[in-house]
C-alpha cells in the first residue's frame, strides 16, 4: 500500500425471411443479453492501465449486477454517518473526507462469485482512520456498512484493523463513476465481491457478531474468505 501526497447466396430461404416467432426470440434473446453489457464510462480523468509495471484492468471490465441498479449520489448533498458504538458520532460530507484524512493507494484484485475478476489501482482512506475520530467503544467489534440502495454487509473490526483497509473515492486515478459506486466503495481485500459495498453512507460500529448483509440473509457466508466456499 503506497501513501499519496476493443457476397455470398443464402444457404436457405428461412434466415432471409425468418417466421414471425424467430424474430420474437432473437430480439427477446438481444434484450437479454444487451442487460449485461455496457458502454465506456465517462470519465474526469485519463484512466490508467499500469501501475508500478502491474498491468491493471479497466473501469469498463467491471459487470453491473447491483441489488437496484447505478445508484447516483449528489455530492453537494452526500453525507457520511459514522454511528453505533462509539462516543462521538460523526457526519462528514464528502469534501471533508477527501482533505481531511491521508490518501493511500493499493492495488486490489476484486474477485466476484459470477466468476470474473478485477485488479483495480485503489485510491482512498483508511477506515480505521476515520473511526479514530469517533472514540469507538471497547465493546465494538463488527462494522456494519449501509449503502444508498439499501444494501448492507458486514466485517469484523480486526479484520479492518490488520489489513489496512481503504474506502476509495477513486480507481485507476479516476473519480469512481457513479456506476461503480460514487462516491465511496469498500476495498474488502481477500473477500468476495459481495463484501465490496458501494454507494457507502452509513458506517455502523456493533457488537452483533451474528449481523447478516443482503447477500448473507440469502445464504452466503458471512465470512466471505476467497480461500472458502462463499456459500453457506
Not at 482533505?99 to 474477485?111: A, S
Request: hydrophobic share 35%.
Amino acid at each position: 500500500m503506497k501513501r499519496l501526497f476493443g457476397k455470398k447466396k443464402p444457404l436457405f430461404k428461412n434466415i432471409i425471411n425468418p417466421p414471425f416467432w424467430v424474430i420474437v426470440i432473437v430480439l427477446l434473446g438481444m434484450i437479454s443479453f444487451s442487460g449485461c453489457l455496457q458502454d465506456d464510462l465517462v470519465l474526469d480523468h485519463v484512466e490508467i492501465r499500469e501501475y508500478q509495471g502491474e498491468r491493471l484492468s479497466s473501469i469498463n471490465d467491471f459487470r453491473e449486477n447491483s441489488i437496484k441498479g447505478p445508484q447516483y449520489v449528489d455530492k453537494e448533498n452526500y453525507t457520511l454517518k459514522i454511528t453505533g458504538l462509539i462516543e462521538n458520532p460523526k457526519n462528514f460530507s464528502y469534501n471533508e473526507i477527501i482533505n481531511n484524512f491521508p490518501i493511500y493507494t493499493k492495488v486490489v484484485t476484486l474477485y466476484c462469485v459470477e466468476g470474473w475478476s478485477t485488479k483495480i489501482l485503489w485510491e482512498g482512506f483508511l477506515l480505521s482512520d476515520i473511526l479514530e475520530e469517533t472514540n469507538p467503544l471497547s465493546e465494538g467489534n463488527v462494522i456494519i456498512f449501509h449503502a444508498y440502495d439499501g444494501y448492507t454487509t458486514s466485517l469484523p473490526l480486526e479484520y479492518v484493523k490488520n489489513k489496512n483497509i481503504i474506502i476509495a473515492y477513486k480507481m485507476n486515478n479516476v473519480t469512481l463513476p457513479p456506476e461503480r459506486g460514487f462516491p465511496f466503495q469498500l476495498v474488502a481485500e481477500s473477500k468476495w465481491g459481495y463484501k465490496w459495498i458501494k454507494w457507502i453512507t452509513e458506517i455502523e460500529l456493533s457488537d452483533n457478531t451474528n449481523y447478516k448483509g443482503f447477500w448473507e440473509s440469502r445464504g452466503y457466508s458471512n465470512k466471505g474468505d476467497l480461500n472458502e466456499s462463499y456459500f453457506e
